[in-house]
Nanobody
Framework: QVQLVESGGGLVQVGGSLRLSCAASGGAFSSYGMGWFRQAPGKEREFVGALSWSGGITYYADSVKGRFTISRDNAKNTVYLQMNNLKPEDTAVYYC????????????????WGQGTQVTVSS
């Protein structure tokens, strides 16, 4: 069983940056593919990006490509989401998730989820 806890959300102005962190415990973190998802009010949860088990391969949604960067530190059991040039449409609750698929691709099934952290981009 893997527990995931996100942090780093908050209020930021348009064009600003935030870095989200997701700390994992209770499992073999380095063997999991990791993903970030988000859900805006009234909308379905959507895929943001994902990272292979070693961190060598990344996958991004078109809406965030070039602005968001996913990375991981397996020694710290932590995955990060660096968000730059934020837009109002990035406002959502952001969730990290873990999958047994070492190369998770774009979307798909995830086994474990965090509780989410709110990101609000104000104009």
């Amino acid at each position: 069983q893997v527990q995931l806890v996100e942090s780093g959300g908050g209020l930021v102005q348009v064009g600003g940056s935030l870095r989200l962190s997701c700390a994992a415990s209770g499992g073999a973190f380095s063997s999991y593919g990791m993903g970030w998802f988000r859900q805006a009010p009234g909308k379905e949860r959507e895929f943001v990006g994902a990272l292979s088990w070693s961190g060598g391969i990344t996958y991004y949604a078109d809406s965030v490509k070039g602005r968001f960067t996913i990375s991981r530190d397996n020694a710290k059991n932590t995955v990060y989401l660096q968000m730059n040039n934020l837009k109002p449409e990035d406002t959502a609750v952001y969730y990290c998730a873990a999958t047994g698929k070492r190369f998770p691709g774009w979307g798909g099934h995830y086994d474990y989820w965090g509780q989410g952290t709110q990101v609000t981009v104000s104009s």
